[in-house]
Structures are given as C-alpha cells and as structure tokens.
C-alpha cells in the first residue's frame, strides 16, 4: 500500500521556494534515505510530508487520501516524526520525556478517562519504546543529563511511544560519533525488518547505503535521484548530485555501495570558498 504519494509538490517559505515539482511514492515497509547538497530541500521534504508545511501547489496524499483531509490528532496518531534534539531540553527524567509521545493519544484531559486498562496501555508503549530504543536504563535520568547520542535515542524512543510503524527522522544522526550513529541506525533497522515503515534524512552516505534499500537525492528542490541503493551510489550520479569528484566501490564488510570522495578537488574547481559563496545556498538542509 502506498503510504505517501506526491504529485508534482512545490513548498517552501514565505514566497520562498523550496521544493520544485516533487512526484513520488513511498510503499508500506520501505527503508528510505533521503540524500544530497545542503540547502537542496531535505528536511522541507520531511515537514511536507508530516504536513507541517502545506504545499503551494501540487497534492500530496497520505494513504491515499489528501493529506490535507487529516485532523492534527489523526496524523499525530499515524506516525511520528523526529526532528534533531534542541539544545536546551527542560529538565525531564528519560521516562517523562518519552511519555510525551503518548499525548496524540491520551488527548487533552487524559485525567476525564482514567481507566485502569487504557493507563495500562500507554505505561506498556512507554516501556516498549524505551526498551526498543534502548534507553530504559536511562528511565530515571534527567534528559540534561545526558549526552548528544544518548538524547537522540531518547527523541527516537519518544517518536516509537507515539508511534512505531511509520517513522520520519530529519538527520537523526547528526553530530554523532561512531558508536551512537550505528546505534541510532540499528534500531531503525531493526524497526523496518519487523515491518516498520522509515524515512530518514542522511548526509553519510556511506552510512545511509549499510542500512537504507532506496535513495531520494534531491538537489536544487528537485528529485535528482530516485532508486535502489545500488541504483543510487554510482560514482557518476553521485558527482552530479553534489558536484564532487568521487569513487565508489564496495563496503569490505556489507558488500554495499561506498563512496570515497576525492581530496582537493572541491577547492581546484571552486577555489577556496568551495562554491558555496555567490551560489543561493540556503542553510536548510
């Protein structure tokens, strides 16, 4: 079943255009990354797509109905999103923070509903989540407590409390190390192999190609790149998605795609500046 479908989707902000006749489908149980320059779109995209943004003109449908037919509650109820942690969390236990991700389903008034069952029910999402997350020997820490990666596997765990089988993550790994950014991917794998629906900004893309089975490269607003992940990262489309010299070859230990870019030559074509001065860039991902 098709989860999102857009129809030549253009968005942006304040008369200022983002997204440039946007046409996709996005299937029930697909693990997408969604790739390419800064500025090109990306996490527009993924505000669209939540309904956050309403487009200027195209359609875009979310089980194939308009999305624009939905109420807040019933998307909050249909997926969850995860954008990248602020920098000042109040200072909530793990365990609070994740139960937020249960509002879209306790309502306003969760006190006028008090039945032991339904309180039942959301304690075992919260549980579930953190468990899944793997934070739940973090329950009673405070959220300013902890570190980055620790806060985004919080973040990831709230969004599963909400809900876990469609997920949207605007770079869930950004600024992370290593260890946290495998950890992070892990679980949003895990979540898609049990038939979880995941959609997620990703600027590694040797990370993105270990993990994700499809590509959306946009750039300049536009779907440059729409494929497998084998598709995807070929050296060539991968140069003109990003206007860089590469090479690609295979992960020694996945056998997946790998891109190795090429030094120096950013600075050779664009001079100093890397082409980033003069050219419209935005700072929106």
Request: hydrophobic share 40%; glycine share 10%; proline share 5%.
């Amino acid at each position: 079943m098709e989860i999102f479908t857009l129809e030549n989707v253009c968005a942006g902000y304040e008369g200022r255009p983002v997204l440039d006749g946007v046409t996709l489908r996005i299937v029930e149980g697909e693990f997408v990354a969604i790739i390419g320059p800064n500025g090109s779109g990306k996490s527009t995209l993924v505000k669209v797509l939540a309904g956050a943004i309403k487009p200027v003109s195209g359609m875009i449908k979310f089980r194939e109905r308009p999305l624009g037919n939905y109420g807040w509650g019933d998307l909050a109820r249909s997926f969850s999103v995860v954008h990248q942690f602020g920098p000042d969390p109040l200072p909530f236990t793990v365990r609070e923070f994740v139960s937020m991700g249960r509002f879209p389903h306790r309502g306003f008034f969760p006190a006028m509903d008090p039945g032991r069952k339904r309180e039942d029910r959301h304690r075992e999402a919260v549980e579930r989540a953190m468990a899944l997350a793997g934070v739940e020997d973090l329950a009673l820490r405070k959220i300013t407590e902890l570190s980055g990666g620790e806060r985004q596997l919080c973040a990831i765990a709230c969004a599963l409390a909400q809900n876990s089988r469609i997920i949207l993550l605007d770079e869930p790994i950004a600024s992370l190390d290593i260890r946290h950014s495998m950890t992070i991917m892990d679980v949003l794998y895990d979540l898609n192999c049990s038939g979880s629906t995941v959609i997620a900004v990703l600027h590694d893309i040797n990370i993105a190609a270990c993990y994700c089975r499809r590509m959306l490269g946009l750039k300049s607003g536009r779907l440059f790149i729409d494929d497998s992940t084998e598709g995807a990262v070929a050296y060539d489309r991968i140069e003109a998605l990003y206007d860089t010299l590469c090479v690609t070859g295979k992960d020694p230990v996945t056998s997946k795609p790998h891109v190795y870019p090429v030094p120096g030559f950013v600075k050779k074509r664009f001079g100093s500046s890397g082409g980033i001065s003069g050219g419209g860039a935005s700072t929106e991902a």
